[in-house]
């Protein structure tokens, strides 16, 4: 079954370290992207990318990093310069930039230790 | 602004119709889907209009007025299990440009 494969479920961050959330995607989908949620929010756009090698800053992209340099693969990395990065992260896809629906993965809880 | 503006929260009785309204700013083209969340979940997709319109998939319903820049999502025959967020979604920006933005998202509380 194609689907979105988001890693950890729940993950753990020390002060001053980077942290890496996985997502990878064979649906064969060109758009991919990446949304913070915090409890009792909506969904806030960090980082998309809708082809390989190329991707742009959302609303809220400082503090964190991605890399498009596979179709499949899109990992984003929360740096210790996002000094609030306690929420729920969650990777999405689309077929092409502008197309919908979007698929979402499981998500990945980020907490702070 | 490039916002998708939703009420917060509607609360329900098991059996009844419910409707979730979306309004925005940004014009264009683009239609409007509709995402459903439960508590601790990932969102999944509901429904989508490209165009005005009514879409009907089973007890949910869609509508789109791009002259409006107004949708709406109608639930029908209320189950506990309903009791979830709703989110409207919708594609901004030109070719090239595009990225895609939430609502602010609906708490749906269905009764018995």
């Known amino acids: 079954d194609g689907g979105i494969t988001q890693s950890p479920k729940y993950l753990f961050r020390k002060e001053g370290q980077n942290v890496t959330l996985s997502c990878e995607q064979n649906l064969n989908h060109d758009a991919m992207y990446w949304y913070r949620q915090d409890p009792g929010q909506g969904l806030r756009l960090i980082y998309y990318?809708?082809?390989?090698?190329?991707?742009q800053k959302g609303d809220i992209a400082e503090g964190y990093s991605v890399s498009r340099e596979k179709k499949e693969s899109f990992p984003l990395t929360v740096t210790s310069a996002q000094k609030n990065p306690t929420a729920f992260y969650l990777c999405?896809?689309?077929?092409?930039?502008?197309?919908?629906?979007?698929?979402f993965g499981d998500g990945t809880r980020l907490s702070i230790l | 602004g490039q916002s998708l503006e939703q009420p917060s929260e509607v609360t329900a009785v098991e059996g009844a119709i419910v409707q979730i309204n979306c309004t925005y700013q940004t014009s264009g083209f683009y239609g409007l889907s509709w995402y459903q969340q439960h508590d601790g979940g990932a969102p999944t997709f509901l429904s989508y209009?490209?165009?005005?319109g009514l879409e009907e998939t089973g007890r949910f319903s869609s509508f789109l007025s791009r002259s409006d820049s107004y949708g709406y999502l109608l639930l029908q025959e209320l189950q506990m299990k309903d009791s979830a967020s709703y989110f409207c979604?919708?594609?901004?920006?030109?070719?090239?440009?595009?990225?895609?933005?939430f609502g602010t998202g609906t708490r749906l509380k269905v009764l018995a």
């Open positions: 979604g919708r594609t901004i920006g030109a070719s090239g440009t595009y990225k895609y933005i």
């Open positions: 999405a896809s689309s077929v092409g930039q502008g197309s919908e629906p979007q698929h």
């Open positions: 209009n490209a165009l005005d």
């Open positions: 990318s809708q082809i390989v090698n190329d991707f």
